[in-house]
């Protein structure tokens, strides 16, 4: 029989390797019954994966990630309940392909209260319910990490580097993608001397969100909108109509033509129509700027310092359509000179946009369900509740609190 296009031969081969590695394991130290539990067939192939189908490399490499998840057992949600109300990581849901997706959103203020080892175990309990949830057709998860709580690069930086040595080292094979969404802005520069020497540099992805603010490729982003800032005020947003009219001052006034045909619709007006009522005519002693300040006679200054502009004749016809009246132009980069230069590249016409994280876009934008979440684990990670929860079944008088 084949399976997924291999012959026979090398399937014999690969079982011929996978009972290698584990008669390495028994022979250094027998194997308990959780530990025979996880090294199972598709176990051990993702770590002879890894190391090149060596077989002492993958033995060795699958003994120190047994040593290691011996020491951070007894995982459980009742460790992590402020995490959990906060939502700082969760499973969001799965993709397409039924991959578990992830959200890491974490303050930078949260290593001033937590130890790396409360962070660790908090990272491999999000990892273990991931896991917990997947088919049995899957092997791999999506982890998406809003950045944009981080005012540090070289902070955010730290806990990116430890989260992924952590899936290299121990869940070798199972990281499908990485998205870093929104970093600091000095991110990009330590992550092109540190990306060299990352085993997952290739599977990680810088993105922002502002490229798909305006996306339209997502018939469902309305249901996932981003929270409006309250610091915006939606009253000043809106616009004021204006009216032709006066438009007054305590210093002078001006008077916008009710007629559009004028080709100069205003004129300037000596006298004050302040609400105080008409006052003294302007004179250089209480004028603002001596450039509106008559001199001399002042009825000569209201006959020729203002020369009116010739009225059409009354008898005379103009089509509306010929009229145009004044418009702003909307700028555009495209249509200015300095596009020429840009056009010759079509590579930074647009800004880089991943498809990929079209895809993961809703994830990021869904609100997080403390409940929707809670359900996702399985036990012993669901803690008490989860364990608890087959007894409380029985009885007719349980609260919703309890059942979650």
């Not at 026979?8 to 019954?33: F, G, I, N, W, Y």
């Not at 990009?188 to 290739?202: I, R, T």
């Not at 249509?335 to 800004?351: C, G």
Request: hydrophobic fraction near 35%; proline fraction near 7%; charged fraction near 25%.
């Amino acid at each position: 029989m084949l399976l997924m296009g291999k012959s026979k031969d090398q399937v014999q081969k690969e079982k011929c390797r996978v009972q290698s590695v584990l008669d390495l394991l028994k022979r250094q130290a027998p194997l308990t019954v959780k530990q025979e539990k996880f090294c199972n067939n598709a176990c051990v192939e993702r770590f002879l994966k890894a190391k090149g189908d060596s077989v002492k490399k993958a033995a060795k490499h699958l003994r120190n990630c047994l040593a290691w998840r011996d020491s951070i057992d007894n995982l459980m949600a009742d460790e992590f309940s402020t995490e959990l109300a906060e939502g700082v990581a969760y499973v969001a849901g799965h993709d397409d392909e039924l991959k578990p997706v992830m959200i890491f959103r974490i303050k930078q203020e949260y290593y001033k209260y937590h130890s790396q080892k409360l962070f660790t175990r908090l990272v491999v309990f999000t990892i273990e319910v991931a896991i917990k949830t997947m088919a049995k057709t899957v092997e791999q998860f999506v982890i998406l990490f809003d950045a944009s709580l981080f005012r540090s690069a070289s902070a955010f930086m730290n806990m990116l580097m430890s989260v992924l040595k952590i899936i290299a080292d121990y869940y070798p094979g199972r990281l499908h993608r990485v998205f870093v969404v929104d970093p600091p802005s000095l991110f990009s520069y330590l992550w092109k001397g540190v990306k060299p020497f990352l085993d997952l540099a290739p599977s990680t992805t810088v993105v922002s969100s502002l490229d798909y603010e305006e996306s339209r490729d997502l018939n469902d982003m309305s249901l996932y909108r981003r929270p409006a800032s309250t610091r915006f005020d939606h009253g000043s947003s809106q616009p004021s109509v204006s009216k032709l009219g006066q438009c007054s001052s305590s210093r002078f006034a001006f008077t916008v033509s009710q007629s559009f045909d004028s080709l100069k619709p205003w004129h300037l007006s000596l006298t004050d129509t302040s609400a105080a009522g008409p006052g003294p005519a302007i004179s250089p002693h209480n004028a603002r700027s001596l450039s509106f300040a008559p001199r001399g006679n002042t009825d000569a200054v209201k006959k020729s310092f203002f020369p009116s502009t010739p009225m059409p004749q009354p008898t005379q016809k103009i089509d509306p359509s010929l009229i145009r009246h004044p418009t702003t132009p909307k700028p555009s980069f495209l249509h200015s000179p300095a596009a020429l230069f840009f056009r010759k590249n079509p590579q930074i016409q647009e800004p880089h946009r991943d498809s990929f994280f079209l895809t993961y876009l809703k994830f990021h934008r869904r609100p997080y369900d403390e409940m929707i979440y809670r359900s996702k684990m399985r036990p012993p990670l669901g803690g008490l509740v989860s364990i608890v929860a087959p007894q409380l079944r029985r009885s007719r008088h349980v609260s919703v609190s309890q059942r979650f």
